[in-house]
């Protein structure tokens, strides 16, 4: 019992032997003696003045531990630090720092750290010269402390990190809980890497991949090869694009990035919700997935889109373009292509290019075809190309009633639907609005119309149409009973009927209202002196279209 007893002694007398040592050691040990060669050595290796704290150290964790630690910035960018922390911990080989006063570092952790990343106006970034002067730079000194700029592992804790531009032409985004861990990171090789953080309103990112050598001349040129997820990003709060540009959404991105430090090729998908394409529309229903594959000219911030495939439901478009950056601003020349996609797949999709139908309308069936072009900055895109739609219906809206009284005038019945079995236009779509030239529809039981128009970004309506009606059908029941009209007027009208009544189509396109143009339509039949009969006439045709 009593050799147990002094065991148990001698064991306390060791541990506390060695915690008096450590602590001894600690404190005696003035680990801040260290700092201006850290400092140098990191300076060096960034072409960035560091800064650091008050320095300590700790055997426990084998570390040296500097208190507010900031890296500076770009010059060309701002006097304000490009990153402070709270903390570094610099991780160091203990025995030669204790037995021959050396610093071996091996590795760091940053803490909390404040990243400010600054784009300017000619697309370069404030990071993109780190490291550019640290090779020419580096000192005997450097490469002691740093082996060929080469440490084991490379951490960032619990970072902040605010984006801006330069000037300031917008608030600046702010990403959080920034998590980056590096293993064998070197500026002269490649090395294994993760990135992790949150997006603005509740988005997250993700990456992982290998990076290096560093660019000496533009850290942004660095060789890269990434797996990036993101999920449920909010494109404008992440700052993808701007709200002024009207688009709007929530994506989730899966993609893979290979740069060489000249061109980049991207391919991924992208499953987008709550889309808007334009100021004055709303969100989509229908969610929209988008499969593509690009190559971008790193230099020269301009892409191919080898090829993309949008899907809309059952809907399908392929895109093929190129775009250019300049500044702040993405400009394109891209087509895309729809062949017969079915209708009812794109009817929740339409609120969201600012499409508004008739009150209480729906389409139902039917195929749209188009091939359009899309050109101009992202903020002014203006799209133009031919359009066409086949074998729909407007269920809920009676154009024959909204042309005329047939009905009452005539006893025919139209329905509460309008079949359209042809339409085709020539479109143009911009943020001044909607036009519409060429435009020629074929509605079932009515006749056919042709002209042009304008849909305004409020969405008022102004539409000069030429009206035939059909031989047959209830066009064919009005025809026939406008020819019945008295003497010079029934003559002159039927034939006016036959060869096209001029329609002028207003209001909204929630509540349009269509007016047959009087004077047109009567023209030369009727003299001066049979002003009122003409009157009384134009009258009777009024309530005829239902004006």
Not at 247 to 273: E, P, W, Y
């Amino acid at each position: 019992m009593a050799q147990i007893k002094r065991g148990w002694m001698v064991l306390a007398a060791v541990i506390v032997v060695v915690l008096v040592g450590v602590f001894a050691i600690s404190h005696l040990l003035d680990a801040d003696t260290y700092r201006n060669r850290i400092e140098k050595a990191l300076s060096d290796a960034l072409g960035r003045n560091v800064q650091l704290g008050h320095l300590d150290f700790s055997l426990f964790s084998g570390s040296l531990v500097a208190e507010s630690p900031t890296i500076a910035d770009d010059a060309a960018f701002s006097t304000q630090p490009f990153l402070s922390a709270k903390d570094v911990r610099i991780g160091v080989e203990v025995m030669p720092l204790l037995l021959h006063r050396q610093v071996h570092i091996q590795g760091f952790t940053i803490d909390e750290p404040k990243i400010t990343l600054i784009r300017a106006e000619n697309g370069t970034w404030n990071y993109s010269s780190i490291g550019g002067e640290g090779k020419a730079r580096t000192s005997r000194d450097t490469s002691d402390l740093i082996p060929n700029l080469t440490v084991n592992k490379f951490d960032i804790v619990n970072g902040t990190v605010t984006v801006g531009t330069l000037p300031q032409q917008r608030e600046p985004r702010v990403y959080t809980d920034l998590s980056i861990h590096a293993q064998d990171f070197s500026f002269s090789k490649s090395f294994p890497f993760t990135l992790s953080g949150k997006l603005p309103a509740g988005g997250s990112l993700d990456v992982s991949g290998n990076a290096g050598p560093l660019n000496q001349h533009d850290a942004s040129l660095t060789p890269l090869t990434a797996q990036v997820a993101l999920k449920h990003a909010d494109l404008v709060s992440a700052g993808f694009v701007e709200a002024s540009q009207g688009i709007a959404g929530i994506a989730d991105l899966d993609s893979k990035i290979v740069s060489n430090g000249q061109t980049a090729q991207v391919d991924g998908t992208l499953h987008m919700t709550q889309l808007k394409l334009a100021a004055n529309g709303t969100p989509s229903s229908q969610p929209v997935d988008l499969k593509f594959s690009l190559l971008q000219n790193l230099q020269s911030l301009s892409g191919t889109i080898t090829s993309a495939n949008l899907q809309i439901g059952n809907a399908a478009l392929a895109l093929t373009g190129t775009y250019q950056t300049s500044g702040n601003v993405i400009s394109t020349e891209s087509h895309v292509d729809g062949r017969n996609m079915p209708i009812d797949q794109l009817v929740a999709f339409l609120p969201s290019l600012g499409i508004q139908l008739p009150s209480g309308s729906r389409l139902q069936g039917g195929t749209l075809t188009t091939a359009l072009n899309i050109s101009g900055p992202m903020k002014a895109l203006v799209i133009t190309g031919p359009v066409q739609v086949a074998n729909t219906q407007l269920a809920g809206f009676d154009l024959g009633q909204k042309l005329a009284s047939i009905q009452s005038f005539t006893g025919a019945k139209t329905g509460s639907n309008t079949t359209i079995q042809t339409l085709s236009t020539n479109l143009r779509y911009a943020a001044d609005g909607i036009q519409t030239n060429n435009l020629v529809a074929v509605v079932s039981g009515l006749g056919s119309a042709t002209g042009s128009g304008s849909i305004s970004p409020s969405n008022a309506l102004n539409y000069r149409l030429l009206v035939k009606l059909s031989s047959s059908g209830v066009g064919g029941i009005a025809t026939q009973a406008m020819s019945m009209l008295p003497g010079v007027f029934g003559s002159a009208v039927s034939q006016t009927t036959s060869n096209g009544i001029p329609v002028t189509i207003s209001g909204t396109t929630a509540n349009p209202t269509f007016t047959p143009d009087m004077n047109k339509l009567i023209g030369g039949a009727v003299t001066q002196q049979k002003n009122t009969q003409t009157n009384n006439l134009g009258k009777a045709l009024s309530g005829f279209f239902g004006r």
